[in-house]
């Protein structure tokens, strides 16, 4: 099985997963860009061709930065996501998966001349096919990564309680667990709530309604609501 997450640890010893996007998800958002693209140059040329010959020279001039500023210019101010890239919720990505800057944004996007070449991005499809992260020519001289990005799930609201610790470490899934009951709970009865807060009466030092009012504070507590 192919494996294309980038695996990177940081200088703080945090262990970064970084799943690589493949060549489809990026012509998609390469196509929709292109449509924008393509949008604004019809519109420029509708505009300006009330100026005649003056509005021909200016024409060309917004054509050319259309046509190579535009994902420069998106990518270094919106944090590596141009229109199609955020619709395909891709990101480019600095190699150890910090943000690009604007040297690493022009890099990748001026050697799409190369990965161009002979034709329809055949060089860049090869490139990033023999490549284990999907990267095309342009991303491995520009040092650069084009990553899906997990779209943020919305928390439901918990029940208000005074937070507070257990005075024990919890592993990460036992903390997991608790802010899964917390946020579940408005869906079960009372008497299911404490069914469940009895499981971890050596935990929280208590049953019944009070052990799940102590969750519910613990829960807040771990998400740092303080």
């Not at 519109?43 to 024409?59: K, T």
Request: aromatic content about 8%; some cysteine; hydrophobic content about 50%.
């Amino acid at each position: 099985m192919l494996d294309s997450v980038r695996e990177v640890h940081t200088p703080e010893g945090v262990a970064l997963r970084l799943p690589a996007a493949g060549p489809v998800p990026r012509a998609i958002a390469w196509g929709i860009d292109f449509a924008i693209r393509l949008g604004l140059v019809i519109a420029a040329g509708s505009l300006l061709s009330f100026l005649e010959m003056a509005g021909y020279g200016v024409y060309l001039v917004v054509l050319f930065g259309i046509a190579w500023a535009y994902p420069v210019v998106c990518e270094g101010l919106f944090n590596g996501q141009t229109p199609g890239k955020r619709v395909m919720e891709l990101r480019v990505v600095a190699q150890d998966g910090g943000p690009i800057g604007w040297v690493a944004a022009f890099a990748r996007n001026l050697l799409r001349t190369v990965d161009m070449l002979p034709f329809g991005y055949a060089t860049g499809l090869v490139t990033s096919l023999a490549d284990p992260w999907g990267r095309r020519l342009g991303d491995i001289v520009a040092r650069t990564l084009v990553v899906h990005v997990a779209r943020e799930r919305k928390r439901p609201p918990l029940a208000e309680a005074p937070p507070h610790g257990v005075g024990i470490v919890l592993r990460p899934a036992e903390q997991a667990a608790v802010i899964a009951f917390a946020e579940r709970a408005p869906t079960l009865t009372p008497e299911r709530q404490a069914e469940l807060a009895d499981l971890v009466e050596p935990m929280t030092q208590a049953r019944g309604a009070e052990g799940v009012e102590r969750l519910f504070g613990l829960a807040n507590w771990l998400l740092g609501r303080r």
